[in-house]
């Protein structure tokens, strides 16, 4: 196999880690060793600009000594483990003591190296530099119009490989490639410019059409010339299945156990509540074969398994890792989500969505903003109150046109329980399945 | 810090013949210029949560970066170890840009009159920028941990609603060593100390959350009895604000930056758009600007890499080039873009010392350093009392730009609508956009009081990298404000 697997030399560098830990006086230790080879080509108007191959090895250690805990990483896996074990374990027995730092229990962790279908070896093997160029080279569009100033793209294989051993007898290990290639297009605008970005990701390089992410780039920076803002006021929204997931993170991330212990959660008391649209269900599904997001096993190794997350509108699931379940005294989950996915309303994609809204559905008297991309922003994890910059298309009694300098604000719980639809267009390459989503009243200002 | 030569060289295991042998494999194709980045980092911390420090760690991050270029052209490559044959091997992968070329006539060498040699000299440690005091590797954790102890105690006894407190002590020391085929040879070692703390408060029916930070390239010394009064002070400033604060209605208005972390529309509006990659790009809203007037006769912004002790501080960049004091944009014409070697021959200039890099993993690119306004004339005071209606903004969180068209963001966490010229309701959770060049020209006023921020910035343009930014009290005329 390539160079890029975890080999028998590098496990058993891990399981060294290991030892040593516990024959130092560690009670508990877990480790995980990781690698990733990454080859990357990138092309500057049309010509490759950049070559690069990069190959990461570490192994990380969660020690336990005498009621206490820490964490040491390095990526020295040859030389100077003793030296290590002995610094890190010294460290660990000057902290306080925390009776709830543990390994997750043996029954609850994943075993052997898994296949999710998320690592097409021969695919990966197969590639050269020679082919690389080529994908990269494919994807350009430069000089395809008049109107580009600027084409920056990356293509990039990377292979990357996982195993988590622990004093508990656990050892489980994934492998994952992928195949990606964004392109950034800047084109003329007047007397500016504008630039639009796509990308896509596959499990084999003959799956990754790079041209089409190209040829979508530079479609993308022609629709954006001569935007404006639209007037402010509550109109309806749909965020596109570009970037509709920016709208689930901060839900997600208001699950997670740590801030939902340090009180800085905006969904703190409200799990089994029915607190967003009866439609409304999104279910962590970590194993289906190939999928981006999928996962065997988290940071813990506890093994993943399907999670309702949120069904028929009530909160069924926070993300509770050993340490927060101990802490909290509560069941333990998995630490983050892995491939949630929103379950769609309709069979409608975005196109069909928007029509709808236009319809009537959804749109009032003011029109709708279609949002493309988020500008920065950010989410209040205490209170679920946001502010995110939006670009996109305009469509209302103004007309139909591209805008920018938008902001969008409003509360997270506010803005689900304005959902109104879902579509059917999630992206395949992205882990947060989420296609479109369609939400009546948000309060836009420009 | 800087330690003699052989220290360095010891902790890489390489010798002058190694480095000479390295530069000759990465050129071997046809490359025109080579170097190489060595770092060893020590990164450890400490967590205080729910009372008591019973987490922290470290993390060793050891290697060699390797890059040819190619005229603008590059290749890239590392090793985690330097074994010899492991560094040979990325020195032949990053070699492979130059496949197929000759070399001679895209060379960025001296006698093409583009870079010229900079930096021959032994690095000085009498000029060092940061010289620490006391070693972080020295200390004992439970001796650091007493400062986050003694912080917890100060918040506790400044504002009885605090329900939780989470307080991070982290520090750094990276030795890194650089060798480029001009034959100039740099070494030093970059400490950096950071102490952070997020505070939930309740007042029985709302939860608030403040968070304060100061980081400097310092050693432990940084950890003094006033910088510790002085982060609690600022993690719960404005409590009773905070807790009756609303989001103000939403549109364009005049708004009042606060002096000193109102930087970060600096960083964001314009010093992006500065960095000169983009302008080699042709990707920059500035492109074409140099030598122009860009904004009033009365503001200056400066990149600066010399502010001893300062987050952004460098004695050189990751390219070997000395850091310096750019100035970007002076008495409102444009001046300077902030250059790495490659852009600087593009555009048939020097560099800038602005080359950086996150670790050896990356090929350095142009980045900020500490990014500031100068001080102007105005009093802040003047300036609030001259707006009608407006918001003054005085807490900021991140920060985002659109290079190509200009138009930048950022997150307030917390301010005032300025009604009559009067600081009136607080306002929190809301986004201000605009558009850079056009926020430029926008600029009325100008206040006396620049202050470089001293929180634990960290800007994240494809690699992250540790910076500051500073302004003076500021008046933009019309910026877009969300709200309801």
């Known amino acids: ?446 | 810090m800087i330690q003699d030569k052989q220290y360095y060289l010891d902790i890489f295991k390489v010798g002058q013949q190694d480095l000479d042998n390295l530069i000759a494999i990465a050129m071997g194709r046809g490359g025109s210029y080579a170097d190489l980045f060595f770092e060893n980092s020590v990164y450890s911390d400490l967590m205080l949560r729910d009372g008591k420090v019973a987490s922290g760690g470290f993390h060793i991050d050891y290697g060699v970066g390797i890059r040819t270029l190619c005229g603008e052209k590059t290749g890239y490559a590392y090793s985690e170890s330097t074994q010899p044959a492991a560094m040979k091997a990325a020195a032949a992968s990053a070699s492979a840009i130059g496949e197929g070329r000759i070399r001679v006539s895209d060379s960025i060498a001296e006698e093409n009159g583009y870079v010229p040699r900079l930096y021959k000299g032994r690095p000085n440690p009498a000029a060092d920028r940061y010289p620490i005091i006391s070693d972080w590797a020295k200390e004992k954790p439970e001796q650091l941990a007493k400062t986050l102890y003694k912080l917890e105690e100060k918040l506790r006894v400044a504002d009885s609603r605090i329900v939780k407190i989470m307080a991070v002590l982290s520090w750094q020391n990276s030795d890194v060593l650089m060798y480029n085929s001009f034959g100039e040879l740099k070494y030093e070692t970059r400490p950096m100390g950071t102490l952070a703390v997020s505070v939930i408060l309740s007042d029985g029916k709302n939860l608030v959350n403040s968070h304060a930070s100061r980081s400097f390239r310092m050693g432990s010394e940084m950890l003094t009895e006033a910088l510790v009064d002085t982060l609690a002070k600022e993690a719960v400033k404005n409590m009773d604000d905070k807790f009756k604060a609303g989001r103000p209605k939403g549109g364009k208005m005049p708004v009042v930056m606060g002096a000193g972390a109102s930087g970060i529309l600096l960083h964001e509006a314009m010093g992006h758009a500065f960095e000169a990659d983009f302008i080699r790009k042709g990707q920059s809203v500035f492109n074409g600007m140099l030598g122009k007037r860009i904004c009033a006769d009365d503001i200056t912004i400066v990149d600066d890499g010399t502010i001893r002790g300062n987050r952004g501080a460098l004695n050189f960049d990751d390219e070997g080039v000395p850091a310096q004091r750019t100035v970007m944009v002076e008495n409102g014409v444009l001046t300077s873009f902030l250059h790495d070697r490659i852009s600087a021959r593009a555009l048939q200039t020097q560099p800038t010392g602005n080359g950086r890099r996150e670790s050896f993993r990356y090929a350095p690119i142009p980045r900020m350093r500490a990014t500031y306004m100068e001080s102007g004339s105005s009093t802040a005071q003047d300036i609030i009392g001259s707006v009608k209606k407006g918001i003054y903004v005085d807490e900021f969180s991140n920060g985002q730009v659109k290079i190509g068209e200009g138009d930048f963001t950022f997150y307030v966490k917390s301010g005032y609508l300025i009604e009559n010229g009067r600081l009136t309701m607080p306002v929190k959770d809301i986004n201000i956009i605009g558009n850079g060049p056009r926020a430029l020209g926008q600029i009325k006023a100008v206040g006396n009081d620049a202050i470089v921020d001293e929180g634990a910035w960290t800007c994240g343009k494809e690699q992250s990298v540790p910076v500051s930014c500073g302004i003076p009290t500021v008046l933009v005329e019309g910026l877009t404000v969300g709200g309801e």
């Open chain 1, 1 to 446: 196999m390539t160079e890029a697997f975890l080999n028998e030399i590098e496990i058993a560098a891990a399981r060294a880690f290991l030892d040593k830990a516990l024959e130092a006086g560690a009670q508990k230790c877990r480790v995980t060793l990781s690698k990733s080879v990454m080859d990357l080509i990138g092309v500057l108007d049309g010509q490759v600009d950049k070559i690069t191959h990069s190959m990461d090895r570490s192994v990380t250690l969660a020690l336990y000594a005498d009621g206490k805990f820490g964490t040491f990483s390095t990526n020295k896996l040859e030389e100077g483990v003793q030296e290590f074990v002995e610094k890190a374990l010294e460290t660990v027995r000057m902290m306080a003591p925390d009776a709830c730092r543990d390994l997750p229990a043996p029954n609850r962790t994943e075993k052997g190296y898994g296949d999710l279908k998320v690592c097409d070896t021969a695919a990966y093997e197969a590639m050269t530099m020679e082919l690389r160029r080529k994908k990269a080279l494919e994807g350009s569009v430069f000089g395809s119009h008049p109107d580009i100033i600027s084409e920056e793209a990356e293509y990039s294989d990377t292979l990357t490989d996982v195993c988590i051993l622990d004093s508990n007898g656990t050892f489980c290990r994934q492998s994952e490639a992928t195949f990606d290639f964004a392109n950034e297009i800047t084109v003329r605008d007047a007397d500016a410019k504008v630039s639009a970005y796509w990308w896509d990701s596959a499990r084999t390089a003959d799956g990754l059409d790079t041209a089409a992410v190209g040829q979508e780039a530079l479609r993308g920076a022609l629709e954006k010339r001569n935007a404006r803002a639209c007037k402010g006021g509550k109109m309806a929204m749909v965020a596109d299945r570009e970037c509709a997931a920016r709208l689930l993170a901060p839900v997600l991330s208001a699950m997670n156990g740590f801030s939902i212990q340090q009180n800085n959660s905006f969904l703190a008391d409200k799990l089994g509540k029915k607190i967003f649209p009866d439609f409304l269900d999104v279910t962590d599904l970590p194993r289906e074969a190939g999928a981006y997001g999928s996962r065997l096993f988290d940071s813990e190794g506890v093994a993943t398994r399907n999670l309702p997350l949120i069904e028929k509108g009530v909160l069924k699931n926070w993300f509770v890792n050993t340490y927060i379940a101990n802490k909290m005294n509560i069941t333990p989950t998995v630490d983050d989500a892995s491939r949630p996915v929103v379950a769609s309303t309709v069979d409608k994609d975005c196109k069909q969505l928007l029509q709808a809204c236009l319809d009537g559905l959804a749109g009032g008297d003011k029109g709708t903003v279609v949002v493309t991309g988020f500008n920065g922003g950010n989410c209040n994890s205490a209170t679920g109150d946001f502010s995110f910059g939006v670009e996109g298309f305009y469509h209302g009694p103004e007309g139909s046109f591209p805008v920018r300098e938008m902001v969008m604000t409003g509360n997270m719980l506010e803005l689900w329980n304005n959902l109104v639809a879902v579509g059917n267009d999630a992206r395949p390459c992205k882990p947060r399945v989420v296609p479109s989503l369609v939400f009546k009243d948000v309060d836009f200002s420009s």
